[in-house]
């Protein structure tokens, strides 16, 4: 090392120390919200992630599936419901999501629904049908979003 980036060095060293820092509190934070406010599994009607750091996949197999609620900080999430049949009355996906992103594929004759606030985006693949009646959806979206995004995806269950 040279003398001339031992100064260079020193003066980083802090910035450095404090953005890992940083780092390591966020995900500290997001495991403890995790462990606490984690519900349902697969197979559940309702189902609640919190996720900082990291990806999260997550493939519902309940056909009574009510309700999803993600709260996202820095991680991604896949929510794969090609495995569901047309839910009666709808399934509500609600989405906090701060410089994150969120993947949804649903099945190509499902009709979704999103409200979208804040600064980032929500779109989908031309083959999604969107509706703009909310009580005719399928999937609705409520999403929150800081510096994020939202994709939703139309897939033929049948060629995955």
């Not at 599994?41 to 189902?47: L, N, R």
């Not at 949804?104 to 606030?117: I, L, N």
């Amino acid at each position: 090392m040279s003398e001339s980036s031992r100064p260079v060095l020193r003066r980083l060293r802090p910035w450095l120390v404090g953005w890992a820092a940083f780092q390591a509190t966020v995900a500290a934070v997001g495991w403890t919200l995790a462990w606490r406010r984690n519900l349902g599994d697969a197979s559940s009607t309702s189902i609640r992630r919190t996720l900082t750091h990291g990806g999260l996949e997550l493939q519902p197999t309940n056909p009574r599936l009510e309700r999803i609620r993600m709260d996202l900080a820095m991680a991604g999430a896949e929510i794969d419901l090609t495995g569901l049949p047309r839910p009666a009355h709808g399934i509500d996906l609600t989405a906090r999501v701060m410089m994150a992103g969120v993947g949804v594929k649903v099945p190509a004759d499902w009709r979704v629904w999103w409200r979208f606030r804040g600064v980032g985006g929500i779109g989908s693949d031309g083959a999604v049908e969107r509706t703009h009646d909310p009580h005719a959806a399928d999937l609705r979206v409520h999403a929150d979003v800081l510096f994020g995004g939202i994709g939703v995806q139309a897939v033929d269950p049948q060629s995955g």
